[in-house]
């Protein structure tokens, strides 16, 4: 593989992707149940839609953090100076090419499935450029902004139909991105164990939502059950390591964890509100997340 194209390939972070698409697959389940409409049937009639809004997704996941990359140039030389930018193996102006390339495909796909995904990948798109470029920077918005990017991506996948219902399930990936983001203020200096026990707090509550909603809406809980003890486990326990020794290293992978641990979320949401077969199904874009991270740089 050439410098150039794995350049192109870094600024994309392809190991998070997956998690976009994942994200997607829960909003269609959470819907299709809300609206009983059997979710085995809907996915083989309306496979193509499902396509579209997956693609949706990935692309502008990828190209917002390409521009995180064109907007963090400045401050990258001097932290990671081995990026695809500052190294220039990317040109800046490449990149802001490439990111409006992805995010133009990505509202594009989105119209293509219905009105209001194309209206939601817009506010996305708008929300995702609001973080790289602005509030990123402050304390509470920045962590914020990032959450509602992630629930606006599972609102995507929830307006399959054209319509939406329960949209306040969409808070639950604001809240853990919230959390995670907020480890990561620790990432390159350390120091940071107030914002470990305010994300375990806040996972805390995920999981209970999770739990409780899966437990009023549905009978799927002895499904679900397996799935959310998982979830629990790979983001608790790196979040206490992180705790224990606070270096930069312990929090760096407490973030990739909490960012690729989002497969296992959008499992429980589908084991929850469709099958454990599907829900598995789900659960198998982390293995493929995983080996990415270990090519590519997940943050």
């Not at 794995?6 to 149940?33: C, H, Q, S, V």
């Not at 996305?124 to 920045?142: C, E, N, P, V």
Request: aromatic letters at 12%; charged letters at 10%.
């Amino acid at each position: 593989m050439s410098s150039v194209l794995k350049g192109y390939l870094e600024l994309m972070r392809p190991a998070n992707l997956p998690t976009a698409a994942a994200d997607i697959f829960a909003g269609i389940a959470i819907i299709l149940y809300l609206r009983n409409i059997e979710v085995l049937s809907f996915f083989s009639q309306n496979g193509s839609d499902i396509l579209l809004l997956v693609f949706s997704s990935v692309a502008l996941y990828a190209g917002g953090v390409v521009f995180n990359d064109v907007f963090d140039a400045e401050l990258d030389a001097l932290e990671r100076p081995e990026r695809a930018i500052p190294s220039g193996r990317v040109p800046k102006r490449n990149a802001i090419y490439f990111g409006t390339a992805l995010m133009l495909t990505g509202i594009a796909l989105a119209f293509n499935c219905t009105v209001l995904s194309g209206i939601i990948s817009v506010v996305l798109t708008t929300a995702i450029l609001t973080y790289d470029g602005y509030f990123k920077q402050f304390g509470f918005a920045g962590p914020l902004n990032m959450g509602i990017c992630r629930g606006l991506n599972l609102l995507m996948g929830m307006s399959i139909l054209g319509s939406l219902t329960h949209w306040y399930i969409s808070l639950v990936p604001v809240v853990y991105i919230f959390a995670i983001t907020l480890i990561s203020r620790g990432e390159v200096h350390g120091d940071n164990k107030k914002h470990i026990v305010w994300a375990g707090i806040l996972y805390t509550i995920v999981i209970l939502f999770i739990a409780l909603i899966t437990v009023v809406k549905t009978d799927n809980m002895l499904v679900l059950a397996p799935f959310l003890l998982a979830f629990a486990f790979f983001t608790i326990k790196p979040l206490i390591k992180a705790y224990k020794d606070n270096s930069p290293k312990n929090i760096k992978k407490a973030v990739i964890t909490g960012v690729l641990s989002l497969i296992i979320m959008n499992a429980c949401w589908v084991a929850g509100f469709a099958n454990w077969q599907l829900a598995l199904a789900v659960l198998l874009l982390l293995p493929l997340s995983m080996l990415l991270s270990k090519l590519f740089a997940v943050t």
